[in-house]
């Protein structure tokens, strides 16, 4: 393999940010990659949605959240198109969870519940980071990180009869640009770094939950 000495490239934050993704978040999960197959059970595509929904689902959201602090200006206008499609994606949510029902009957709801509660205060103190590009770091995983969750969404979208809803990100290449940009010093790269592994670690988190309450209910 070449390295960037041979061959005068050098990794951006954007690309950081997709090596943490593939590494550490949904996508190498074993719980998600389980869900996404045509052999999880309905009862585990409603935990699921319902887990994301607590999460993920309530206004403003992470994006959002980031904006309206917005310590990075530069980072602002790319925010808020992240905000605007997030309230496409909050709606659909919402939407799945309807069609999915109640929650499954699962051992241990009380600590769900307050396990899911700290997930969401996590993310809504990395969107209020005084930290510039902290909150950037976390939305840029978030975005990335995003298109493993809507391989789920989609596929409870077909099981409960949804009509799956489009995707209103802004282009990926312009995001891999933006981030790039927006972590393009030492002190910002860091902390794009810092934003994306907290960001990916909340989500192992919820896999993780979900994985071990679908045993519970195998038990």
């Given at each position: 393999m070449l390295d960037t000495a041979q061959t005068g490239w050098q990794a951006s934050a954007w690309d950081m940010v997709?090596?943490?993704?593939?590494?550490?978040?949904?996508a190498a999960h074993p719980?998600?990659?389980?869900?996404?197959?045509?052999?999880?059970?309905?009862?585990?595509?409603?935990?699921?949605?319902?887990?994301?929904?607590?999460?993920h689902g309530d206004h403003p959201g992470l994006a959002a959240e980031a904006l309206s602090?917005?310590?990075?200006?530069?980072?602002?206008?790319?925010?808020?198109?992240?905000?605007?499609?997030?309230?496409?994606?909050?709606?659909?949510i919402a939407q799945l969870a309807a069609a999915a029902g109640p929650l499954?009957?699962?051992?241990?709801?009380?600590?769900?519940?307050?396990?899911?509660?700290?997930?969401r205060h996590a993310l809504e103190m990395l969107a209020k980071s005084e930290r510039r590009s902290c909150a950037t770091g976390a939305v840029a995983a978030l975005v990335q990180d995003w298109?493993?969750?809507?391989?789920?969404?989609?596929?409870?979208?077909?099981?409960?009869?949804?009509?799956?809803?489009?995707?209103h990100f802004p282009p990926h290449t312009e995001t891999a640009n933006r981030v790039a940009a927006l972590g393009g010093t030492p002190a910002t790269e860091?902390?794009?770094?810092?934003?994306?592994?907290?960001?990916?670690?909340?989500?192992?988190?919820?896999?993780?939950?979900?994985?071990?309450?679908?045993?519970?209910?195998e038990s």
């Amino acid at each position: 393999m070449l390295d960037t000495a041979q061959t005068g490239w050098q990794a951006s934050a954007w690309d950081m940010v997709t090596r943490l993704a593939d590494a550490d978040g949904s996508a190498a999960h074993p719980h998600l990659a389980f869900l996404t197959s045509p052999l999880a059970p309905a009862r585990d595509l409603s935990d699921a949605v319902h887990a994301l929904c607590a999460v993920h689902g309530d206004h403003p959201g992470l994006a959002a959240e980031a904006l309206s602090h917005c310590v990075q200006p530069d980072a602002c206008d790319w925010l808020e198109a992240i905000t605007e499609g997030f309230v496409i994606e909050r709606a659909y949510i919402a939407q799945l969870a309807a069609a999915a029902g109640p929650l499954p009957s699962t051992p241990g709801q009380a600590e769900t519940e307050a396990a899911l509660i700290a997930s969401r205060h996590a993310l809504e103190m990395l969107a209020k980071s005084e930290r510039r590009s902290c909150a950037t770091g976390a939305v840029a995983a978030l975005v990335q990180d995003w298109a493993n969750i809507r391989l789920l969404l989609d596929r409870a979208a077909t099981r409960f009869g949804v009509e799956p809803a489009p995707l209103h990100f802004p282009p990926h290449t312009e995001t891999a640009n933006r981030v790039a940009a927006l972590g393009g010093t030492p002190a910002t790269e860091r902390a794009v770094s810092f934003g994306a592994q907290q960001l990916l670690a909340q989500h192992r988190g919820i896999w993780d939950l979900l994985e071990a309450r679908a045993s519970a209910r195998e038990s």
